[in-house]
């Protein structure tokens, strides 16, 4: 997407590139009460008196060794993510019909421990939203393994399920991939750390990995594993976006025989009548594949430019073997390849919302990002979808008064409006 998510941490000159969708509480309560849980449970009675915990103690080891823990399948009306909490004076219970439940309801407890113990209340809790996710674009703004720990830390917190990893576009490849070593070793650094200036500057160019100064970095599969594996143990299913067939130029910097002119630079998408993107692509799946466990897997599909398939003699001769009567029929093309080799691996496709333009398989998911609409088509048509509207979910947009704020990428989005879209939507 060209559209990227900054939020700057601290004093540090950090940006953090996420995309909160739509669906970060659980549903609201509308009682109001003392404590300030967040997300605020679907009930919540709270009663006089503390259970008594060493709050330090509890912090340090854990507060684990107190609570009563329940597993019980018969609870269907919490389902599976779900759970139910009693503290009283003498006792904590938590119930809950799978792990996941039982690691919320812990959640819940220690956003409830304070000095003087944890308050007496007895909740009842499940999602309002089966997809609850949060979004991290490394391509433009690389982060070490040990940032996107500290943020799935951040998003266990407030009971997010879902991690989509932003791993491939046009700020660099961020992933090692066996068998096209050059993605990184060529793909992966560029001379300008300012994701802007570096885009808008008049040299816009990608170095060799070890290049002295240079900006950039990736995972090897071995800190991929590591963040899956910190991720499950956080109840954190990991999405992968591997980018096709746009937003690519870090792509043809090593391979630049997948784009239509030969070189890199030149337009961002993939060479459609070149047989070579296909087996590109499916080779680079099949290590994704073998990588992630996650049943979804994200494509991008989006923002293609299409101005290099027109003057390309693979493409029109594409175009004319198929029968296709526009370019936009080539983008449907590679996205129809890459949910029909994701189906046969039993994985199921997401892609940005211009994949409605394609006839797509009834289980494939549309992500909204051009505003709600896509989403809104896409739920008529009967697929399911995400809500990543800009507007609202887009944390790299103006939070105030321009001047008053970092730099963002534009727009104006202040958390006030997510909150309420969230809410009340
Ligand atoms: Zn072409």
Redesign the pocket.
């Known amino acids: 997407m060209n559209i990227i998510s900054s939020f700057r941490l601290e004093s540090k000159n950090l940006c953090v590139l996420f995309v909160l969708s739509l669906s970060l509480l659980f549903a609201c309560a509308p009682e109001r009460v003392q404590v300030n849980l967040i997300p605020q449970p679907v009930s919540i009675k709270q009663s006089k008196g503390y259970f008594k915990v060493d709050s330090v103690k509890a912090e340090k080891e854990g507060i684990e060794s107190y609570i009563h823990c329940t597993i019980d399948s018969a609870l269907k009306e919490i389902g599976n993510e779900g759970y139910l909490l009693s503290v009283t004076p003498e006792r904590i219970e938590l119930s809950a019909t799978t792990s996941t439940g039982i690691y919320y309801g812990k959640k819940t407890l220690y956003q409830l421990l304070t000095s003087q113990g944890i308050p007496c209340i007895a909740i009842k809790d499940y999602p309002r939203f089966q997809y609850r996710g949060m979004h991290l674009d490394v391509s433009r703004h690389f982060f070490s393994k040990e940032e996107v720990l500290k943020l799935l830390d951040a998003m266990s917190y407030y009971k997010i399920n879902t991690f989509h990893f932003h791993l491939t576009d046009n700020g660099g490849w961020r992933i090692q991939i066996d068998k096209y070593p050059k993605l990184t070793s060529m793909g992966s650094y560029r001379t300008e750390k300012d994701w802007l200036k570096w885009w808008d500057g008049d040299v816009r160019e990608f170095v060799p990995e070890n290049t002295p100064g240079a900006y950039g970095g990736y995972y090897t599969k071995e800190d991929i594993r590591d963040i899956l594996q910190y991720a499950a143990e956080r109840h954190i299913n990991v999405i992968p976006e591997i980018e096709f067939p746009a937003h690519s130029d870090e792509v043809f910097v090593g391979y630049p025989e997948l784009c ?1 002119m030969g070189k890199p630079y030149t337009s961002g998408e993939f ?4 047989e070579k993107t296909f087996t590109f692509m499916e080779d680079v799946l099949s290590e994704i594949i073998e990588l992630f466990p996650s049943k979804y897997i994200h494509v991008g599909g989006d923002e293609a430019r299409k101005t ?2 027109k003057g ?1 003699p ?2 029109q001769a594409l175009m004319k073997r198929m029968n296709m009567k526009s370019l936009d029929d080539l983008q449907c093309y590679i996205i129809q390849k890459a949910e029909t080799f994701l189906n046969s691996k039993g994985r199921t496709m997401i892609g940005w919302d211009e994949i409605l333009k394609n006839d797509l398989d009834s289980s494939s998911i549309v992500m909204s990002y051009r505003g709600q609409r896509g989403a809104i088509v896409a739920a008529n048509k009967g697929f399911r979808a995400v809500m990543t509207p800009g507007e609202v979910l887009y944390f790299d947009w103006y939070q105030a008064e321009p001047r008053t704020q970092p730099q963002a990428m534009y727009g104006f989005s202040p958390i006030k409006r997510c909150i309420l879209s969230i809410q009340f939507r």
């Open positions: 239509c060479c459609i009548g070149n290099a398939w390309c693979k493409c």
